[in-house]
């Protein structure tokens, strides 16, 4: 727990709750502990918009290349490896998606700033914990409350509205993996574009598509922006998050210019502890860990989320 000189500027000195305090103490029940067996979902208007329509934008980008300009294609075998590759980076980046919005990040259970919870901690003599005022749970070190999951979450890195979620301790793996297919999903859609308008130019506009060649010059435009904008993003995020990890650093500790008071790990280290164990495959794998869970509604005061 950090010591009585330690650094926490978004972290108000507040007594700890006592037995007379009015909180929901449901929210800090054992099921709510035990993060490994509920399914989160944040209740966020903005996040839920932008989540779908990152999954629109990565449908209509296969529509096109699959439709437009696959399908049509004489060669068979060009356009069996190229649906094949491009459709299973779109399954490992929605897959990705997926495990980044629906996991739990780390937050840290409310309410645990109890009389008795600080009693099962056994502290030393003159140690200092500190509180989270808006969540009243004991806050770790290198946790940061977030105003729109309103929670701390543990090595919370940032808040993605893309994702819905945040990325933390727990999910940010997936949000590394969503980011890195997201990529090379653009730029193999990118150099299809580059390769049917190749096409189109040396033969027949009507032959290269099903569709009209108006339509076909207006998908294509629109999905070369798409790919260019989504490849911008994504490559710079995915960059940011290796460069935090090998760093043992996240972007608000860099943003906040924090200095370090944990052991930092080597960068290897580093990279074991996100995507677990020594390299491997294994790695670039979002299904990793899944198992199916049952999705219910638990209504509480001021929580933006699903809970099992």
Not at 143 to 164: E, F, L, Q, T, Y
Request: glycine share 6%; with cysteine.
């Amino acid at each position: 727990m950090p010591s009585s000189g330690h650094r926490l500027r978004d972290v108000e000195h507040h007594p700890l709750l006592t037995g007379d305090d009015s909180y929901d103490s449901a929210a800090s029940s054992p099921a709510e502990a035990d993060a490994a067996d509920r399914v989160w979902f944040i209740r966020d208007g903005c996040g839920m918009i932008c989540a779908v329509l990152t999954w629109l934008l990565v449908v209509y980008a296969d529509f096109v290349v699959t439709f437009v300009m696959l399908l049509p294609s004489k060669d068979f075998w060009y356009s069996v490896v190229n649906g094949v590759v491009f459709n299973c980076l779109a399954v490992l980046a929605l897959s990705s998606h997926l495990r980044t919005m629906l996991t739990d990040p780390g937050a840290v259970p409310k309410g645990n700033a109890t009389k008795e919870y600080m009693e099962s901690l056994q502290l030393k003599p003159g140690e200092v914990i500190y509180k989270c005022p808006k969540c009243c749970c004991v806050k770790p070190e290198r946790a940061h409350h977030c105003s729109i999951c309103k929670r701390c979450i543990r090595k919370m890195d940032h808040h993605c509205p893309w994702v819905n979620n945040c990325v933390g301790e727990k999910n940010q793996r997936f949000f590394v993996l969503f980011t890195m297919y997201i990529a090379l999903a653009s730029v193999h859609a990118l150099v299809l574009c580059g390769l049917q308008f190749i096409a189109c130019v040396r033969g027949q506009w009507t032959e290269c598509s099903d569709f009209s060649p108006p339509v076909t010059v207006i998908l294509l435009i629109f999905l070369c922006l798409e790919g260019l904008l989504f490849f911008t993003f994504t490559a710079v995020m995915f960059g940011t998050q290796i460069h935090s990890i090998c760093n043992d650093e996240t972007e608000i500790e860099r943003l906040k210019s924090e200095k370090p008071t944990w052991e930092r790990r080597l960068r290897w280290e580093g990279m074991k502890s996100v995507f677990g164990g020594p390299p491997s495959l294994l790695w670039m794998n979002p299904f990793v860990g899944f198992r199916f869970r049952r999705l219910q509604t638990r209504p509480r005061k001021g929580a933006p989320e699903f809970s099992v």
